[in-house]
């Protein structure tokens, strides 16, 4: 009689299997790319006429040095108290004569509201650190977005980023601006 | 009435699990087969800085990456931040080149979309960061996105 080959017990094959999945499930990262998101202004048109200057009251200006010390509005700031600063600017709430000029319009869904003609101006330097940039531009990012965040809350009940119906994105959108503008790059502190 | 059931056939038949290895093997191939692996090598250290302030990028087919940092191999390519494009390293007038050639693979009605996503180490000074990007504003590409993490901002060292 021929030998019978015994079964060979396929249970523990599940188990490798298994210890190869969660293998791959740990190590594949699915990273999720995040960042911050910006626009860089159009190249400028070397024919194109001067621009009309903006008032002074309606700029807040930032520097960024080599030494990543920060200057704003003409005096030293921090970065703790820049995102304040910024949203003091841009609201004006007491209709100060050195602060922005507000504009009424008629905006869908808001009604008349007083839009802040103010624009942050940022300048760094090339010697400036990538992260102190970041940690500017995250900052300028916040003021504004807590201001859509406080318009949002009083006209549509809810935070900016929690908005569903797509014209009332617009409308918070035009009621404060994303008026942030990054200036011509200029040499100041000497190349690095 | 018929009789279905011997007498004595009570016993449980034993569950073949001889097909388990090929359900998970499946489940194995389909992971590997779906997550993406990163396509470039590194050649440059990108420790990204973090915000707060931070929007997730969607449709990495319209995402072009620039990796800015400095070398890994210090002792071969220097300290000095580099910029990487693709697999090998690259200079600042190569981007525009680049850029073209993103946009030749997209398609024509998506091409407004693209993203430059900008991964560049935290160390690094501005002044090729604000060579890259007049670079980017010359052939259009104007949508960026400051590569950084999810936490709070930390300015270290100041």
């Keep these: 009689m021929a030998r019978m080959s015994p079964e060979i017990n396929a249970g523990s094959m599940a188990d490798i299997a298994f210890l190869l999945l969660i293998f791959f499930l740990v190590t594949t990262t699915m990273d999720v790319d995040t960042g911050i998101n910006r626009m860089l ?44 600063q910024a949203k003091h600017f841009l609201l004006n709430p007491d209709n100060e004569p050195n602060l922005p000029v507000k504009e009424t319009i008629e905006i869908d869904f808001i009604g008349e509201f007083d839009v802040s003609r103010g624009v ?45 119906n797509e014209e009332h994105v617009t409308a918070v959108r035009r009621a404060i601006p994303m008026a942030i503008s990054e200036a011509e790059p200029r040499d100041i502190g000497g190349r690095r | 009435m018929g009789r279905f059931r011997k007498d004595g056939a009570k016993k449980n038949p034993k569950i073949s699990t001889a097909s388990l290895p090929d359900i998970i093997f499946m489940l194995l191939f389909f992971f590997m087969v779906t997550t993406v692996m990163r396509e470039t090598t590194l050649y440059v250290r990108t420790q990204m800085p973090s915000a ?90 104007l949508r960026v996105n400051y590569s950084t993490l999810r936490g709070e901002v930390s300015v270290g060292g100041n």
């Design chain 1, 41 to 84: 202004p159009p190249p400028i048109d070397p024919n194109a006429p001067e621009p009309p200057p903006v008032r002074e009251r309606n700029v807040f200006v930032v520097l960024v040095d080599a030494q990543d010390r920060l200057l704003v509005e003409g005096e030293p700031g921090s970065v703790d108290r820049l995102r304040e």
């Design chain 1, 120 to 164: 942050i101006s940022l300048q760094n330097d090339r010697g400036t650190s990538y992260e102190m940039y970041i940690a500017v531009q995250n900052e300028l990012a916040a003021a504004v977005r807590e201001l859509r965040d406080e318009v949002s809350r009083q006209y549509f009940g809810r935070r900016f980023s929690e908005l569903t």
């Design chain 2, 52 to 141: 707060t302030e931070i929007q997730t990028l969607e449709r990495r087919s319209l995402v072009s990456f620039i990796y800015i940092g400095p070398p890994l191999q210090a002792t071969v390519f220097g300290t000095e931040p580099r910029i990487q494009l693709y697999d090998s390293f690259a200079d600042v007038e190569d981007i525009a080149a680049f850029i073209e050639a993103e946009r030749q693979t997209t398609a024509e009605a998506e091409r407004p979309l693209m993203t430059t996503s900008l991964k560049i180490d935290r160390d690094t000074r501005m002044g090729i960061v604000t060579d890259v990007k007049q670079e980017l504003r010359k052939v259009n590409a």
